[in-house]
């Protein structure tokens, strides 16, 4: 019998003053009913700059994952979207929700400019694409606590643990949150099999491959 590959899905807690984030509501759904192959655990992180690198490295060290995948919310966009690139900078437009914001400061002093992600990011937007579902290729992951988290783990893997791979993709408004205003969203269910078609893609390739399809942007 092959053994599953272990995957660590972290998500955000709500913040902002929304009540819910789907992000960390479809980690759990996954977690909780893992696609064939895999072993799913599933970490809810702070909306706080520098704890939620913290919480990240101590459940990499509970849970001792060959993947980490982890999310957030990017409200306005209208399907996953698989991150590329993790730059060094926290410019935070709003506080955290510890009321940090950090203005024109490294992620990691002295840390290189950026991270690649080391997922397979067209292959991953492919599956879920082949599920049905929206998803694209990302440039930017913000330079809110999203891309803090997604520097942190790129960075963790390059000077520490080179053998575990992981990325970050950011998830729609849950149709609740929007109820109220003409904003994208996707249904929960929609977005937890978005994501179990990311990690069963990234579980499958190995590393440093990926399928050369155009997913550039022109601006």
Known sequence: MTTPTRVLATGFEPFGGAGTNPSWSACRRLAAAPPAGLEVHAARLSCVFGTAIEELRRAIARYEPELVLCTGLAGGRSGLSVERVAVNVDDARIPDNAGRRPVDEPVVPGGPA???????????????RDAGLPASVSQTA????????????AHLIATELPELRGGFVHVPYAPEQVADRPEPSMSLCDTTEGLAAVA????????????????????
């Not at 950026?114 to 879920?128: E, G, T």
């Not at 913000?142 to 783990?153: A, D, I």
């Open 142 to 153: 913000g330079t809110f606590v999203c891309n803090h988290v997604f520097y942190g783990l």
């Open 114 to 128: 950026a991270y690649f992600s080391s997922l397979p990011v067209k292959a991953c937007v492919a599956a879920v």
């Open 200 to 219: 069963s893609a990234a579980a499958r390739i190995g590393a440093g491959e990926d399928l050369r399809l155009a997913g550039g942007a022109v601006h």
